[in-house]
């Protein structure tokens, strides 16, 4: 299971994710090119990685794997996002979801029930506020 990963470690594992397993010195080299890290820093960031579980080091070479896969770091993220911020309520963090991004509910999903049955009376209201302003401004 995912632990909780910093930025600077999640610099580390999206190289790793996007070009497979790579060395301790092609990640240094990388890190440096685009972010500006020493090689030191690149080393002591592996090595927490290491401890956490998030990647492995193998090889005569040191080549670096991630043990996490993307998908994974994100649905701890979220879920600590909707227990931090949400009491641990899905449909609330979906309802601020929305209400900041109404225009990704105009064309829903066919596959999926829509609206869900708790956020019908927000949808309702927003696809109202849609239609005004698109009446305002003649879109």
Not at 26 to 35: F, G, H, V, Y
Request: a negative charge; aromatic letters at 10%.
């Amino acid at each position: 299971m995912p632990t909780k990963f910093f930025d600077s470690e999640l610099n580390i594992l999206e190289l790793l994710w996007k070009d497979g397993d790579l060395t301790a010195g092609q990640l240094a080299a990388n890190l440096k090119e685009r972010i500006g890290w020493s090689r030191n820093t690149t080393y002591t960031v592996i090595n927490k990685l290491m401890d956490k579980g998030g990647i492995e080091r193998y090889g005569n070479n040191f080549s670096c794997k991630a043990l996490v896969t993307r998908e994974e770091v994100q649905a701890f993220e979220l879920t600590e996002l909707i227990e931090k911020f949400f009491d641990g309520e899905d449909e609330d963090m979906l309802a601020a979801f929305f209400k900041k991004s109404p225009h990704l509910m105009v064309d829903p999903p066919a596959s999926a029930e829509w609206p869900p049955n708790w956020l019908s009376d927000e949808v309702a209201r927003l696809k109202d506020k849609l239609a005004e302003i698109k009446e305002r401004w003649q879109l």
